[in-house]
């Protein structure tokens, strides 16, 4: 098994801290949910950094984890843990029978953590995703490790994410506070429950402190019991927000 290094960007504290009582829930939710999706309503909510840093914090917390990158459309993953795999074999090549399985598995210079990236992006990538090799995949995994964190596109842009949910033991559902429709919120938690996954929770992401612009968050509450992250956001896409923050 080949290894790839990663490079985490610091958290701040605060968010550092909210990831990590997010870590604590998740190892709460049962030795049956093994198979946990990350997922969004819309592109650009920081699903696949919150991602990333709950399957890194899982590890680090000595539960052997890999992390699945099946958003095979548009992954930005790899990038975000500042790691080139254009010259690897990944997720893309296993599904198309190009590769087996300990050719896409990689060790990481985190202990206990290992990664099935996604090194090229292909443009329809549903008829592989609905073949029995992506389910025996995750089967596989998740005998091996005891978390299958899996990052998988937004579930308002394609359908990828609703049939991967169906092969999974949970849900969370990342949320950017503000800029998502609550009818476009509950499209996503309709598809959730018609795959047969379980909801188990969700994370707002991006939010400002409680005096702020986005107020106190309540037609979310009821969807999840994992709270928002505080006036923290997470990767580019929330930079500015963190700036301003610290002001």
């Given at each position: ?69 099946v958003d095979l459309r548009n992954s930005v993953l790899m990038k975000s843990v500042q790691v080139d795999v254009s010259d ?21 210079n985190i202990e206990n953590a290992s990664i099935v990236p996604c090194t090229q992006l292909l443009e ?124």
């Open positions: 098994m080949d290894e790839l290094k990663l490079v985490f960007p610091d958290l701040p504290y605060a968010v550092e801290e909210a990831m990590n009582r997010l870590r604590i829930n998740v190892k709460f939710c049962g030795k049956n949910t093994k198979k946990i999706m990350l997922t969004s309503c819309l592109p650009n909510e920081g699903k696949s950094t919150v991602a990333v840093y709950l399957w890194k914090m899982l590890a680090e917390a000595g539960f052997p984890s890999v992390l699945v990158d690897k074999k990944g997720l893309n090549h296993y599904l198309s029978g190009l590769a087996e399985y300990d050719e896409v598995v990689y060790k990481t329809n990538p549903s008829p592989l995703l609905e073949d029995i090799r992506f389910r025996e995949l995750l089967d596989k995994l998740a005998t091996e490790y005891r978390f299958v964190i899996i990052d998988t596109p937004p579930l308002g842009s394609v359908s990828d994410g609703a049939l991967i949910a169906s092969m999974c033991d949970g849900a969370l559902l990342v949320i950017r506070a503000g800029s998502v429709p609550k009818t476009i919120i509950r499209q996503s938690l309709h598809e959730i429950d018609q795959a047969g996954c379980k909801l188990l929770g969700t994370v707002l992401n991006c939010v400002e402190g409680a005096g702020g612009r986005y107020g106190k968050y309540g037609h979310y509450g009821k969807y999840g019991k994992y709270g928002h992250y505080g006036q923290y956001g997470y990767g580019p896409q929330a930079e500015e927000e963190n700036k301003k923050s610290k002001k």
